[in-house]
């Protein structure tokens, strides 16, 4: 939520808050308030895409700093989006916010722009390090208040809303946890911190009633009364802060809050300070008693702030046979299945399942890109299509089923039938679908990616004749356009095999794998000979090597192998594998420094902004079909700036080998990721485009253009290995010119 101008006016006024050594103590962390100030607080790179292993090992270090206190976290994430819309305005003025600050960091300048993949790491390491997680169904702020009112223990967070609630244990802002530098020796060992509670700002106003406060924080505007009320209340507000300041009011958010908490200290308790604004809006507050037009808004919002225990994530974190997720949900508009739910309330099911579930909307995180290319976004676009169509195929059905019972009986399906299902049979080979904008162009029209070639079949499922039929059921995605913030309406398309929501945790894992391989056009057979935690990752470089706009370059491709084996090394994969302190500073050497802002290269950072756009996206299909392949090590997977430093030193003629100082290891790893990434291409190539390379033209392969090709018998495996998927490059993008 968040009360305008609380913070600044709680945190300037010290006398608020009490200096503590804490320890030996529970402490309920609100995970999405941490992620973003440790990451964004601590010099972490965001200008080329980010530094995950970095904030891996800074997250690692906090969570051994809390263990070294004998403190006890308990993280607490938000999930899905408001179902009743509240937030929806405000979540789209953060959006558009952070599509300009993107914009600005991508030009060199200040900006504050989380990386994508952040959230996936957070969960990732937490679960690693074995610190209990819960997901809520959507924002967490009054479910961490009561779990922290039931256990009367401290929250960590950074949300004014905690200045409101009336909590035992207090509120510890995450600016005033000094956890970087743990004091005492053990086993008495503490984190200096300042600790908030209700009772000292009360004091502070002469003993005012502490069930004064929520009515202050509706008044002073939160993100649930702002936008309905904002015009009566400001008006009211002029002439009840200018009294009890004396005149004048002041200015800024800061004196707004001092002149409504001193208004409203004068009062004994809310109901005579409501009855008060009741008798002051006359017909805007109206009714008896107000309770009714504006007064009736400001009770409601108050009740944001009404703890009622026991508190349901209590029962979750402790344990034990009897708990159960589905109590979560309960409110919700569209409970999930109970599989799903278990795995929502882990951290294991991204909070865009739940916002396509329950209120098909989808808001794609902005990224530093290159802001006059079309969203990276667009790049994944079949894999978000692919995941909408399993969630909501229940209802795809339904809406198929009326659309054939209002069907004119001289519509003549059977006549279109064997020529569909052969047009169909022949799209799902070569992965081409085009034509899909709907019948005279309908609705779609002029949303670029909803031309988008998915790399997966049409289904049986679809209609009589494997014929898609459009169900009319669409998915707002929220995205950006230039440089604003734009909704598109998006098709579900489900994949060829038929998978039910309900039962789909029943299904095979070879059911599911296919369905996964299916979506990324790549063969099993393709990544079999790499490491299982491995795949995922290559199947998405497949993906994106054919999706992206433009295409990626070969030495764009080879750092991004390069820094997948990076991160192989430090994670000391292998037994025995230890990183010699020469090939460490190679490649420390090779990174950029995340605070040198100057000389990014848009080209590179929109191609890798891409790629990230298709794991996230990938990471949450693998998810919903319950991991049929193992979650790679986000962490390690991508290090934007040493993949840009990569590029630079490729460019510059440096070669794969050389980066890697010969290390047999290493060097193999490379090549079996050079060697799968190129078969992936070449099924792609040979099943999308085989009559034309069957025609004899053989386009690019007699030119002659030296192009880097190495003749010489001496030439090392992984450079002909490059040179013929240089080749391969080189053949698909004049097939595209054409």
Same mark, same amino acid.
């Given at each position: ?10 945190e300037?006024?010290?006398?608020f ?19 973003f ?6 010099? &972490?790179?965001?200008? %080329? ?22 403190? @006890? ?9 408001d ?13 558009q ?9 991508? !030009?060199? @300048? ?15 390491? &937490? ?8 997901? *809520? ?8 208040a ?26 510890i802002?995450?600016?005033?946890? #000094? ?9 008495? !060992? ?25 009515? *202050? ?6 993100d649930y ?28 958010? #800061? ?14 308790? $809310? ?15 109206? +009714? ?43 409110s919700?508009?569209?409970?999930? $299945? ?34 006059r ?18 969630l ?11 659309? =054939? ?37 309908? =609705?779609?029209?002029?949303? !670029? ?9 049409? +289904?049986?499922?679809?209609?009589p ?8 059921? !669409? ?19 489900? $994949? ?34 790499? %490491? ?33 084996v ?27 420094? $995340? ?15 891409q790629?990230?756009?298709c794991?996230?996206?990938? &990471? ?7 991991m ?51 078969? *992936? ?58």
């Amino acid at each position: 939520m968040g009360v305008h101008g609380l913070t600044s006016y709680v945190e300037g006024n010290r006398g608020f808050f009490q200096e503590v050594k804490f320890r030996d103590s529970r402490l309920v962390i609100d995970g999405s308030s941490l992620f973003f100030k440790l990451y964004l607080n601590n010099g &972490l790179d965001q200008a %080329h895409g980010g530094d995950y292993d970095t904030f891996a090992a800074l997250l690692s270090t906090f969570i051994s700093a809390l263990e070294a206190c004998n403190v @006890q976290p308990f993280v607490v994430l938000d999930g899905g989006m408001d179902p009743s819309d509240k937030k929806l305005s405000t979540l789209r003025q953060r959006m558009q916010s952070k599509i300009r600050e993107a914009e600005s960091l991508s !030009r060199g @300048q200040h900006g504050s722009v989380l990386p994508l993949l952040t959230r996936h790491v957070f969960i990732q390491v &937490l679960s690693q390090r074995g610190v209990p997680l819960v997901q *809520c169904p959507a924002e967490a702020d009054w479910e961490i208040a009561c779990l922290a009112n039931q256990w009367a223990c401290p929250v960590l967070t950074n949300d004014s809303d905690f200045y409101i609630f009336d909590l035992p244990g207090g509120y510890i802002p995450f600016q005033f946890f #000094q956890w970087a530098n743990v004091g005492g020796s053990s086993p008495n !060992r503490y984190i200096s911190a300042r600790r908030y509670t209700v009772s000292g700002l009360c004091r502070h106003f002469g003993g005012m009633n502490r069930e004064l406060l929520p009515l *202050c924080a509706v008044l002073a505007g939160n993100d649930y009364t702002t936008e309905h009320t904002s015009k009566h209340i400001n008006t009211l507000l002029s002439q009840l802060t200018a009294g009890a300041m004396g005149g004048g009011g002041g200015g800024g958010s #800061q004196s707004r809050v001092r002149g409504i908490l001193l208004w409203l200290s004068s009062f004994n308790g $809310p109901e005579e300070a409501l009855e008060v604004l009741g008798r002051l809006t006359g017909g805007v507050g109206g +009714g008896r008693g107000g309770r009714t037009g504006l007064c009736a808004v400001l009770r409601s919002g108050m009740q944001e702030y009404h703890l009622t225990p026991p508190s349901r994530l209590s029962t979750w974190f402790s344990g034990g046979s009897s708990r159960s997720p589905q109590g979560l949900w309960d409110s919700t508009l569209c409970p999930p $299945p109970e599989w799903l739910c278990w795995a929502a309330v882990s951290g294991a099911m991204a909070p865009l399942v739940l916002d396509v579930l329950g209120l098909k909307r989808v808001l794609l995180i902005p990224q530093v890109e290159n802001s006059r290319q079309p969203s990276s976004h667009c790049c994944a676009t079949a894999i978000r299509q692919a995941l909408y169509g399993i969630l909501l195929a229940n209802q795809e059905a339904g809406n198929i089923r009326e659309g =054939q019972m209002g069907r004119e009986e001289g519509h003549n399906v059977q006549g279109q039938g064997a020529q569909g299902t052969q047009g169909a049979r022949g799209m799902a080979r070569g992965g081409v679908q085009r034509g899909r904008r709907g019948r005279g162009g309908g =609705q779609d029209q002029g949303v !670029r990616w909803l031309d988008a070639e998915p790399c997966f079949g049409l +289904g049986e499922n679809n209609g009589p004749g494997g014929v898609e039929r459009d169900t009319g059921l !669409r998915v707002e995605e929220y995205d950006r356009h230039d440089l604003n913030l734009r909704k598109n309406q998006v098709e579900p398309r489900a $994949p060829r095999t038929l998978l039910t929501l309900d039962t789909l945790c029943q299904a095979p894992v070879s059911v599911r794998l296919g369905v996964l391989y299916d979506v990324l056009g790549v063969k099993e057979s393709s990544l079999a000979p790499l %490491h299982p935690h491995l795949r995922l990752a290559l199947g998405v470089t497949g993906f994106w090597r054919r999706e992206a706009r433009p295409l990626p370059t070969l030495p764009q491709i080879q750092a991004l192998l390069l820094g997948i084996v990076y991160g192989e090394m430090t994670r000391n994969t292998q037994p025995g594998l230890k990183q010699k302190a020469t090939e460490r500073n190679i490649w420390v050497k090779i990174r950029l420094r $995340p605070g040198n802002r100057r000389g990014v290269d848009l080209g590179v950072t929109h191609a890798f902004s891409q790629w990230q756009a298709c794991l996230w996206s990938v &990471l949450s299909l693998n998810q919903l079909l319950c991991m049929p392949l193992p979650e790679p090590d986000t962490a390690w997977l991508f290090s934007g700036t040493l993949v840009h430093g990569l590029v630079g030193r490729l460019r510059g003629g440096c070669s794969p080998e050389s980066v890697l100082a010969a290390d047999l290891f290493s060097l193999q790893l490379y090549r079996s990721l050079l060697a799968a990434l190129e078969s *992936c291409t070449l099924n792609r190539l040979n099943s999308s485009s085989g009559m034309k390379r069957s025609g004899g033209r053989g386009r690019g392969r007699g030119k002659g253009r030296g192009g880097g090709r190495a003749r010489g018998e001496k030439a090392p495996v992984s450079q002909e290995i490059n040179n013929r998927f240089a080749l391969l490059m080189a053949e698909e993008e004049e097939e595209d010119e054409e």
